[in-house]
């Protein structure tokens, strides 16, 4: 009879199989995080649904989303231009927070005694409601686009300026006093150490500073411009249009998201070195 390898089997190991099963366990809970945000968002209109027909909840209280719905389709063009206002405004003033933030940040964290001097007045600048602000700059600068690109700066200002600034000031001692002894200049510890660490604090707070930038952008159309999906939804409400009112809510929700969206896109691609411990792909409501 011939001799047979014990090595060579019909079919896979042991081991292959959990190889196997570990990676359908992993493509599976990826397309979980994928359809999870949009099974939530749905069951969630769905529900809101439901709650105003039985309970026969009146439109002007509460519209259900069908009248939301009927409401964007009847209004689209408004929506649409007001919604490109807003979007244009908002951009502007984030861009102009990044600028300045990043630059401010990387100053205060730099240097103690900036640290020390510069924290106060930040502080007590952005506890300062933004809304007593906005009929100071129309009386500086009039009704129209400049109020809402200033209080958009001004309100996505400061998480960028303390995220950036927390980063560069945690560098290790120890490493500072290393690059120092080999002969770095501050200069180049800022840009070669500083500037990476600060990175994902950075991208944490460009999260933060986007969604919180529509707020200003809104904030300042609802008391002090003639077009914005805040100017819409104060016309909307004079005439006690709700639908129309929830259906800038919504809009300028759809915005948020999608500029979250785009700067988690940009975090993966830039700073996913530090996140390589952590479960592949962040969640995210796209699924990025």
Known sequence: MPFESPSRSSGPSAAQRRIEAMAAAARRRRRLQVALP?????GTFLLWELVCRVFDIPPFILPAPSAIAQSMVKWWVPLLENSWQTLMTTLIGFALAIVFGLLLGVAIGSSTLLYHGLYPLLIAFNSVPKVAV?????????????????????????????????GIATVEPELRDVLRALGARPSDIIRKVG?????????????????????????????????????????????????????GLIVTGVMGVLMYVVAVAIENRTTGWAM???DSGQVSVAGV
């Not at 209080?151 to 300026?161: K, M, N, Q, R, Y």
């Not at 919180?212 to 100017?231: L, Y």
Request: proline share 6%.
């Open 195 to 247: 500037l990476p660490r600060a990175m994902p604090y950075f991208f944490a707070s460009l999260k933060i500073a986007i969604t919180v930038a529509f707020v200003g952008s809104i904030i300042a159309e609802t008391v002090a411009a003639n077009k914005g999906i805040g100017h819409l939804m104060m016309l909307a409400s004079s005439r006690f249009d709700v639908p129309l009112v929830f259906a």
């Open 134 to 166: 906005v009929p100071i700059l129309v009386i500086w600068f009039g009704i129209g686009t400049i109020p809402a690109v200033i209080t958009a700066f001004l309100i996505s200002f400061f998480p960028i300026v303390v995220n950036v600034a927390t």
């Open 276 to 278: 390589r411990g952590q």
């Open 38 to 42: 949009w099974l939530i968002i749905i």
